[in-house]
C-alpha cells in the first residue's frame, strides 16, 4: 500500500498532496512529538491530534511518509507550508486515532 | 540589585493545587521566603490576581500576575503582566477558548476565587485545566502582543512542556524559558533559562527561584513592576542561578 492510497481506503481529506509516493511500511500513533521522535520508523504514517508545524519537523527528521490528522482538528497554514516545502504528506479525518489506526491495520495486514 | 524572583506559583484557583494555598497565603511566604519578585499563574485564569495583589501590597512583595496558559497542544506557557487587569483581560480572551467540559470539583479538584483575607468569593464551573482551542504559536503571539512576558514553562518536563509535546522548542516570542532542572544550551535554543517553583502547594513556594540583575527603577510609582526593566534583564541573560548539580 502507498501513500496515495490512504486517501481512498481510509477516507481522508488530502491537505497537502506534494508528495513522492512510496510504500507504506506501517503506522504509529501518538500525540507527544517527543515519542514520536524516540519511536516512529522510517515510512511509517503518524496518526495524530498534534497538528503543529513542528509535527513536519519531527515526520521528516524521522522519515515519516505521512501525517494523518485526527479528530477534524485545525490545521494551521504554517504547518500546510512546511509541510509541502519538506514534501510530507498530510491527511486529516473525522475519525479518531483509534479509529484511522484500526483501518490503517488492516489496510495494511490484508498486503495492499 | 539582585532581586531574587519566581514566576510560577499556583493558588487555590487551580484545580490541582491545594485549597490551602490562598493568593495571600503565597504572598506572606513568599515575603518570609525572601522573594523580592513573585508572579501567581494558576491554569487558564487569572481570577485570583486581584486578591494577589491586594495581599502583596500587603506584605511588600512586588507581584507579577500571571496566567499558565495550556495551549491546543498541551504546551504550558506563563503570560505575565504587570497589572492584575490586563491578566484578567486576557483571561478574557483565555475564556473564550476554554472547551466546555463537564466539571466535578469531586473528581477534578476545586477552583476557588478568593479576597485577599481567603473569603471564597466564587466558585467557577468552568473547568481551568484544560487545553485551550488556542495553538501554541497563536497564545504565545497573542499574549506578547498584549504585552506579556512569555515564558514556556518548565520545557523539560516529560508532560506539558515544549520538548516533549513539539519534540523541541520551536521559535516564539520568549522573554525566557523555564526549566526544572539544567538544560543543554541547545534546549534552550538560545534563549535564556529560568526556573520556577511551579507551587501547588504551601512547602512548594521558593523552592527554585532564580536572581535578576535588575537596575534601580525597576519597581516604578505604587508597586508596579517595570516589565521593560525585567524583559530587558532576561534579555541580557542577567539571571543568576544556584548550582543545580547533583
Known amino acids: ?112 | 540589585m539582585l532581586v531574587a524572583c519566581d514566576f510560577h506559583n499556583h493558588s487555590c484557583l487551580s484545580p490541582c493545587a491545594s485549597l490551602e494555598l490562598s493568593p495571600s497565603l503565597l504572598a506572606a511566604l513568599a515575603r518570609e521566603r525572601g522573594l523580592g519578585l513573585v508572579a501567581l499563574t494558576d491554569h487558564n485564569s487569572a481570577l485570583n490576581a486581584p486578591a494577589f495583589a491586594a495581599a502583596a501590597r500587603r506584605e511588600g512583595v512586588a507581584a507579577l500576575y500571571g496566567i499558565e496558559a495550556c495551549s491546543a497542544e498541551e504546551v504550558h506557557v506563563l503570560c505575565l503582566f504587570d497589572e492584575p487587569d490586563a491578566a484578567l483581560a486576557f483571561g478574557d480572551f483565555l475564556a473564550e477558548r476554554l472547551p466546555s467540559y463537564p466539571y466535578d470539583p469531586e473528581a477534578l479538584g476545586d477552583q476557588a476565587v478568593v479576597d485577599e483575607d481567603d473569603n471564597v468569593v466564587d466558585l467557577p464551573q468552568t473547568y481551568f485545566g484544560a487545553a485551550l482551542e488556542l495553538g501554541f504559536d497563536e497564545l504565545c503571539a497573542g499574549a506578547a502582543g498584549l504585552g506579556a512576558l512569555v515564558v514556556p514553562a518548565h520545557i523539560d518536563r516529560p508532560m506539558f512542556g515544549a520538548i516533549a509535546q513539539l519534540g523541541f522548542l520551536p521559535d516564539g516570542p520568549y522573554a525566557a524559558v523555564e526549566s526544572i532542572r539544567p538544560l543543554p544550551p541547545e534546549a534552550a535554543r538560545g534563549y535564556t533559562r529560568i526556573r520556577g517553583s511551579d507551587a501547588h502547594y504551601p512547602e512548594h513556594v521558593a523552592r527554585r527561584p532564580f536572581g535578576l540583575e535588575l537596575g534601580a527603577g525597576w519597581m516604578k510609582a505604587g508597586g508596579r513592576v517595570d516589565l521593560v526593566a525585567v524583559r530587558g534583564a532576561l534579555a541580557a541573560g542577567l539571571v543568576r542561578l544556584p548550582d543545580e548539580r547533583g
Open chain 1, 1 to 112: 500500500m502507498n501513500i496515495s492510497d490512504l486517501k481512498g481506503r481510509l477516507g481522508l481529506e488530502e491537505l497537502q498532496g506534494a508528495y513522492e509516493d512510496r510504500p507504506l511500511t506501517g503506522g504509529y500513533s501518538s500525540d507527544l512529538l517527543s515519542d514520536v521522535m524516540a519511536k516512529a520508523e522510517k515510512d511509517q504514517a503518524l496518526i495524530t491530534i498534534q497538528a503543529h508545524k513542528n509535527t513536519v519537523a519531527v515526520a521528516t527528521l524521522v522519515g515519516l511518509a505521512a501525517v494523518i490528522v485526527c479528530n477534524a482538528r485545525p490545521v494551521p497554514q504554517d504547518m500546510i507550508d512546511a509541510a509541502r516545502d519538506e514534501g510530507v504528506a498530510v491527511f486529516r479525518t473525522g475519525m479518531t486515532q483509534f479509529q484511522a489506526a484500526g483501518l490503517l491495520y488492516a489496510a495494511l495486514g490484508s498486503g495492499a
